[in-house]
């Protein structure tokens, strides 16, 4: 394949999961006009995510009751009918820049790789952080290559081959509303905890959760990260939102071990 005839909509399929995501689904969507097909599988929302969605005539919309992260990425992925050679893994607050597409044209589709990294300018309040502490991850491959596991609150994709690394990043913008944030850290905590109180993990994150000290760790190193007062109130927005998740996983924790100690 040569760099000329690299046609991004014709060998990349994006994948989007959505649950009530009508405050982004439509800025996600629009970045991707360029896309042939765009396989957006639902977990059953009750807003109007579904109506904005079929707005964009390049979307084929699916439902699925959500169970897991990693098996509803493993449906949208395997059980939708894709037949590009690579899939565009979005969260439906994801963005693509026009950076991104060129270089996927230009560099990624004609090497020939398995799959591709990225990392993520974060947007707070209409923001870009100066940093943040989302991790760069694979978001595009070879169905074949993929392999998808779950061991917290969400899934880790890995793949198997040469990968390449992006140099554009994508965007991570998500507007929904506090009430629906914090019902998700609830979430994601709980999952989170059961990892660390079985045993799993062992990066330094992991250990300094057990201690209960993260919340102070990640409080002032993701307000630094984001910019500090350089970046007013959506570096503080930002810290307040990582402290709440660590907080309450550190919660969840404590009250494991308390539990722990009762039994014995």
């Not at 760099?3 to 399929?13: L, Y």
């Amino acid at each position: 394949m040569t760099a000329h005839s690299a046609d991004p909509g014709a060998h990349i399929t994006p994948v989007v999961l959505t649950y009530n995501e009508a405050p982004n689904i439509a800025r996600g969507l629009e970045s991707l006009r360029w896309a042939r097909r765009v396989v957006v599988v639902d977990s059953e929302s009750t807003d109007e995510t579904e109506a904005i969605a079929r707005t964009f005539p390049n979307v084929s919309w699916h439902t699925r009751p959500f169970d897991t992260h990693g098996s509803q990425w493993r449906f949208a992925i395997h059980d939708t009918g894709i037949d590009t050679e690579y899939v565009l893994a979005l969260d439906a607050d994801y963005r693509v820049p026009a950076a991104f597409v060129d270089e996927c044209r230009s560099r990624f589709l004609p090497g020939g790789y398995a799959g591709g990294i990225a990392a993520f300018d974060y947007e707070v309040l209409g923001r870009t952080l100066a940093g943040s502490v989302y991790p760069a991850k694979p978001v595009i491959f070879q169905p074949a290559s993929l392999r998808i596991e779950q061991p917290g609150h969400t899934q880790e994709m890995h793949v198997d081959g040469p990968m390449y690394t992006f140099e554009a990043h994508l965007v991570h913008d998500d507007r929904k509303s506090l009430d629906r944030f914090a019902a998700s850290q609830l979430e994601y905590s709980r999952l989170e905890a059961i990892r660390l109180t079985s045993g799993n993990g062992a990066r330094w994150q992991d250990r300094a959760r057990r201690t209960g000290l993260m919340p102070i760790v990640v409080g002032v190193g993701s307000w630094l990260k984001a910019g500090g007062p350089f970046r007013g109130a959506a570096a503080l927005r930002y810290a307040y939102e990582r402290v709440l998740f660590e907080c309450l996983l550190a919660i969840r924790v404590l009250d494991s071990k308390r539990h722990e100690h009762r039994d014995d």
